[in-house]
Protein backbone atom coordinates (compact mmCIF):
# COMPACT_ATOMS: atom_id res chain seq x y z
CA UNK A 1 0.00 0.00 0.00
CA UNK A 2 1.44 3.52 -0.71
CA UNK A 3 2.06 5.92 1.78
CA UNK A 4 -0.19 9.04 2.74
CA UNK A 5 1.39 12.34 0.96
CA UNK A 6 2.53 14.90 3.20
CA UNK A 7 4.27 18.23 1.67
CA UNK A 8 7.78 17.73 2.03
CA UNK A 9 8.40 20.73 4.32
CA UNK A 10 6.60 23.95 5.52
CA UNK A 11 7.60 27.06 7.86
CA UNK A 12 6.49 29.93 9.42
CA UNK A 13 8.03 32.64 12.01
CA UNK A 14 7.66 32.16 16.02
CA UNK A 15 4.33 33.23 16.79
CA UNK A 16 2.47 32.19 13.20
CA UNK A 17 0.58 29.07 12.73
CA UNK A 18 1.90 26.37 10.21
CA UNK A 19 -0.45 23.13 9.04
CA UNK A 20 0.70 20.16 7.75
CA UNK A 21 -1.39 17.77 5.15
CA UNK A 22 -1.90 14.20 4.97
CA UNK A 23 -3.86 12.77 2.29
CA UNK A 24 -4.32 9.58 1.08
CA UNK A 25 -6.62 7.74 -1.85
CA UNK A 26 -10.07 6.26 -1.89
CA UNK A 27 -8.73 3.00 -2.79
CA UNK A 28 -5.67 2.62 -0.38
CA UNK A 29 -8.08 1.37 2.71
CA UNK A 30 -6.98 3.88 5.23
CA UNK A 31 -9.25 4.97 8.11
CA UNK A 32 -9.28 8.55 8.25
CA UNK A 33 -10.84 8.51 11.10
CA UNK A 34 -7.79 7.01 13.32
CA UNK A 35 -5.20 9.31 12.08
CA UNK A 36 -2.04 10.20 13.89
CA UNK A 37 0.57 12.28 14.13
CA UNK A 38 4.23 12.27 15.65
CA UNK A 39 7.01 14.48 15.93
CA UNK A 40 10.26 13.85 15.50
CA UNK A 41 13.39 15.66 16.62
CA UNK A 42 16.79 14.88 14.80
CA UNK A 43 17.96 11.45 16.32
CA UNK A 44 15.07 10.96 18.38
CA UNK A 45 12.35 8.89 18.38
CA UNK A 46 9.06 9.95 17.05
CA UNK A 47 6.48 11.36 20.03
CA UNK A 48 2.66 10.89 19.28
CA UNK A 49 1.11 14.30 18.96
CA UNK A 50 -2.37 13.70 17.74
CA UNK A 51 -4.34 10.15 17.91
CA UNK A 52 -7.83 9.99 16.46
CA UNK A 53 -7.93 12.99 14.29
CA UNK A 54 -8.03 15.84 16.93
CA UNK A 55 -7.17 14.42 20.34
CA UNK A 56 -4.31 15.51 22.01
CA UNK A 57 -2.42 12.84 24.48
CA UNK A 58 -1.66 14.43 28.12
CA UNK A 59 1.87 16.58 28.21
CA UNK A 60 0.72 17.81 24.35
CA UNK A 61 0.38 21.58 24.00
CA UNK A 62 -2.60 22.65 22.91
CA UNK A 63 -1.14 24.64 20.22
CA UNK A 64 -0.97 21.19 18.24
CA UNK A 65 -4.56 20.56 16.83
CA UNK A 66 -5.76 18.28 14.33
CA UNK A 67 -8.61 18.49 11.89
CA UNK A 68 -9.81 16.05 8.40
CA UNK A 69 -12.21 16.37 5.41
CA UNK A 70 -12.50 13.80 3.41
CA UNK A 71 -9.37 12.26 3.01
CA UNK A 72 -7.27 14.40 3.91
CA UNK A 73 -5.99 15.02 7.69
CA UNK A 74 -4.10 18.10 8.80
CA UNK A 75 -2.07 19.02 11.13
CA UNK A 76 -1.54 22.65 12.75
CA UNK A 77 0.63 24.47 15.31
CA UNK A 78 0.07 27.67 15.93
CA UNK A 79 1.92 30.10 17.97
CA UNK A 80 5.37 28.40 16.71
CA UNK A 81 7.76 28.04 19.31
CA UNK A 82 11.70 27.22 17.93
CA UNK A 83 10.88 23.81 19.83
CA UNK A 84 8.38 22.59 17.12
CA UNK A 85 11.25 22.03 14.66
CA UNK A 86 11.04 18.78 13.55
CA UNK A 87 10.27 16.52 11.29
CA UNK A 88 6.07 15.41 11.72
CA UNK A 89 4.75 11.85 10.28
CA UNK A 90 0.88 11.05 9.75
CA UNK A 91 0.07 7.50 10.04
CA UNK A 92 -3.49 5.47 9.75
CA UNK A 93 -4.68 1.97 10.01
CA UNK A 94 -5.08 0.79 6.31
CA UNK A 95 -6.95 -2.02 5.20
CA UNK A 96 -6.21 -6.27 5.89
CA UNK A 97 -4.36 -4.76 9.78
CA UNK A 98 -2.04 -2.98 7.95
CA UNK A 99 -0.66 0.60 9.04
CA UNK A 100 0.82 3.31 6.86
CA UNK A 101 2.72 6.41 7.57
CA UNK A 102 3.11 9.64 5.37
CA UNK A 103 6.14 10.56 4.05
CA UNK A 104 7.04 13.19 6.35
CA UNK A 105 7.06 17.29 6.70
CA UNK A 106 9.95 19.36 7.96
CA UNK A 107 8.72 22.37 9.39
CA UNK A 108 10.96 24.87 9.85
CA UNK A 109 10.61 27.69 12.07
CA UNK A 110 11.98 30.93 10.60
CA UNK B 1 6.22 4.72 33.78
CA UNK B 2 5.94 2.72 30.01
CA UNK B 3 9.41 1.90 28.70
CA UNK B 4 10.48 0.17 25.55
CA UNK B 5 14.27 -0.43 25.49
CA UNK B 6 15.94 -2.32 22.37
CA UNK B 7 18.85 -3.89 21.77
CA UNK B 8 22.08 -2.30 20.99
CA UNK B 9 23.39 -1.32 17.71
CA UNK B 10 24.37 -4.06 14.90
CA UNK B 11 26.74 -4.45 12.20
CA UNK B 12 26.34 -7.11 9.47
CA UNK B 13 27.31 -8.77 6.25
CA UNK B 14 25.21 -8.80 2.55
CA UNK B 15 23.34 -11.78 3.31
CA UNK B 16 23.14 -12.39 7.16
CA UNK B 17 20.15 -11.77 9.68
CA UNK B 18 19.51 -9.33 12.46
CA UNK B 19 17.60 -9.77 15.48
CA UNK B 20 16.69 -7.33 17.65
CA UNK B 21 15.08 -6.69 21.08
CA UNK B 22 12.66 -4.81 22.56
CA UNK B 23 11.84 -5.16 26.10
CA UNK B 24 8.69 -3.54 27.50
CA UNK B 25 7.55 -2.00 30.86
CA UNK B 26 5.08 -0.42 33.28
CA UNK B 27 2.46 -2.39 31.59
CA UNK B 28 1.10 -5.14 30.98
CA UNK B 29 2.82 -6.59 28.05
CA UNK B 30 0.03 -8.91 26.99
CA UNK B 31 -2.56 -6.16 26.97
CA UNK B 32 -0.66 -4.70 23.78
CA UNK B 33 0.67 -4.67 20.30
CA UNK B 34 4.10 -4.27 19.36
CA UNK B 35 4.64 -2.59 16.01
CA UNK B 36 8.12 -2.76 14.08
CA UNK B 37 8.87 0.59 12.37
CA UNK B 38 12.25 1.44 10.32
CA UNK B 39 13.62 4.81 9.01
CA UNK B 40 16.95 4.41 6.57
CA UNK B 41 19.32 6.94 6.67
CA UNK B 42 17.64 10.88 5.98
CA UNK B 43 13.94 8.96 5.31
CA UNK B 44 10.83 8.78 6.42
CA UNK B 45 9.02 5.65 8.98
CA UNK B 46 8.65 2.76 7.57
CA UNK B 47 6.22 0.33 8.74
CA UNK B 48 7.27 -3.05 9.03
CA UNK B 49 4.52 -5.42 10.77
CA UNK B 50 3.20 -6.22 14.15
CA UNK B 51 3.51 -9.07 16.98
CA UNK B 52 0.15 -9.38 19.14
CA UNK B 53 1.63 -9.32 22.87
CA UNK B 54 -1.27 -11.51 24.04
CA UNK B 55 -1.40 -14.24 21.54
CA UNK B 56 1.51 -14.06 19.29
CA UNK B 57 0.04 -13.51 16.16
CA UNK B 58 1.61 -11.35 13.13
CA UNK B 59 1.06 -9.43 10.29
CA UNK B 60 3.54 -8.25 8.14
CA UNK B 61 4.18 -5.79 4.80
CA UNK B 62 3.87 -6.95 2.22
CA UNK B 63 7.71 -6.28 0.98
CA UNK B 64 9.38 -8.11 3.92
CA UNK B 65 7.23 -11.06 3.27
CA UNK B 66 9.47 -13.96 3.11
CA UNK B 67 12.42 -12.54 5.35
CA UNK B 68 10.69 -11.32 8.59
CA UNK B 69 9.81 -12.72 11.53
CA UNK B 70 8.38 -11.18 15.10
CA UNK B 71 7.67 -12.96 17.96
CA UNK B 72 7.48 -12.44 21.67
CA UNK B 73 8.14 -13.50 25.18
CA UNK B 74 5.72 -13.29 27.92
CA UNK B 75 7.91 -14.25 30.42
CA UNK B 76 10.29 -11.31 29.96
CA UNK B 77 7.95 -8.91 28.55
CA UNK B 78 10.43 -8.52 24.98
CA UNK B 79 9.20 -8.33 21.64
CA UNK B 80 11.30 -9.50 18.68
CA UNK B 81 12.34 -8.57 14.85
CA UNK B 82 14.70 -10.93 13.05
CA UNK B 83 15.16 -9.90 9.43
CA UNK B 84 17.09 -12.27 6.98
CA UNK B 85 18.73 -11.87 3.61
CA UNK B 86 19.87 -8.09 4.19
CA UNK B 87 21.29 -5.87 1.80
CA UNK B 88 22.79 -2.64 1.95
CA UNK B 89 19.24 -1.19 1.90
CA UNK B 90 18.17 -2.64 5.03
CA UNK B 91 20.65 -0.38 6.69
CA UNK B 92 18.28 1.90 9.35
CA UNK B 93 17.46 2.53 12.85
CA UNK B 94 14.75 -0.29 13.75
CA UNK B 95 11.60 1.27 15.99
CA UNK B 96 9.61 -0.66 18.26
CA UNK B 97 6.20 0.63 19.20
CA UNK B 98 3.03 0.34 20.96
CA UNK B 99 -0.42 0.78 19.91
CA UNK B 100 -3.85 1.33 22.07
CA UNK B 101 -6.84 1.26 20.60
CA UNK B 102 -7.56 2.10 18.33
CA UNK B 103 -4.44 2.28 16.70
CA UNK B 104 -1.82 5.21 17.42
CA UNK B 105 1.77 4.10 18.42
CA UNK B 106 1.78 5.83 21.81
CA UNK B 107 5.31 4.56 23.27
CA UNK B 108 8.53 4.10 21.13
CA UNK B 109 11.60 2.18 21.63
CA UNK B 110 14.82 4.46 21.41
CA UNK B 111 16.02 2.59 17.88
CA UNK B 112 18.48 0.19 17.24
CA UNK B 113 20.54 1.14 14.43
CA UNK B 114 21.36 -2.02 12.30
CA UNK B 115 24.43 -1.33 9.20
CA UNK B 116 24.56 -3.54 6.40
CA UNK B 117 28.26 -3.42 5.26
CA UNK B 118 31.35 -5.70 3.77
Known amino acids: QSALTQPPSASGSPGQSVTISCTGTSSDGADYNYVSWYQQHPGKAPKLMIYEVTKRPSGVPDRFSGSQSGNTASLTVSGLQAEDEADYYC??????????FGGGTKVTVL | QVQLVQSAAEVKEPGASVKVSCKAS????????IHWVRQAPGQGLEWMGW????????KYAQRFQGRITMARDTSISTAYIELSRLTSDDTAVYFCARTSWPGQFDYWGQGTLVTVSS
Open chain 1, 91 to 100: SSKAGSNNWV
Open chain 2, 51 to 58: VDGNRGGT
Open chain 2, 26 to 33: GYTFTGNY
